[in-house]
């Protein structure tokens, strides 16, 4: 494995090398219980010097009802544009005429579906599944699975992350339930990170916020999950900046790899 990237002691060191940031969201600006105020302020002195931020997150929510969320932890005036998964589905859904989808995850997560003409129904009545989240009681998951799978409905997966431990608490989600799909012979669409779906929206937002076209060197890509930020921006070209110390660099990491601990200018 390649030797992990040295630490950098602040964005500015990068400013002159990047005209754009794709930025996560979760765990680089805030963690759900906390606001990290110099990593906003990071993105703020970029896009300052010219530069132009565009957050892109793996949330199963519309962009319009995270930016809201931002604003009201006080996460404001740090960004031009954002684009999460729900989005990109929302934009696939829309295009294939789906009206009947079969919904996996969180109901607070059917915000998804939020002004769209869908509508959540059982397996053997849909069109589509969508995916947002591994479900509370997974009885009857690998029944329904095969059910989707024989009918060959495609599966549009948000969050492509498959497991994580916090403390004592073992989380699952959605990427384990597109695991296990493909493993029926289902066909699989991750909007999410790392996938190229959503980092060509979030580099249409980012050419149109500036106006021109955005050679991909010259783009930084902003995250602390290896697998799913690190891995996305170098797929794609583009430089990446992990946050955290937690996970190693993939083993093809390169002079486009860097790291910090946390997010400051």
Known sequence: MADAPAALAGLSRLAEAYAVILCDVFGVLHDAT???????????????????VVLISNAAEPGARLSESLRARGIRDTYDDLVTAADVARSLLVGATVRRVHHIGAARDRVLFADLPVTPVPVDAAEQIVCTGYPDCDDDLDATLAAAAQRGLHLLCTNPDTCLTVG?????FAGLVAARYRAFGGHVVETGKPGALIYRRALDKAERSRGQPVDPTRILGIGDTVALDVVGALGNGFGALHIGTAQPPPADASTRLYRMPALVW
């Open 34 to 52: 906390r606001v990290f105020p110099a990593a906003a302020a990071a993105l703020a002195a970029f896009r300052a010097g010219g530069g132009t």
């Open 168 to 172: 004592a608490t073992h989380l699952r």
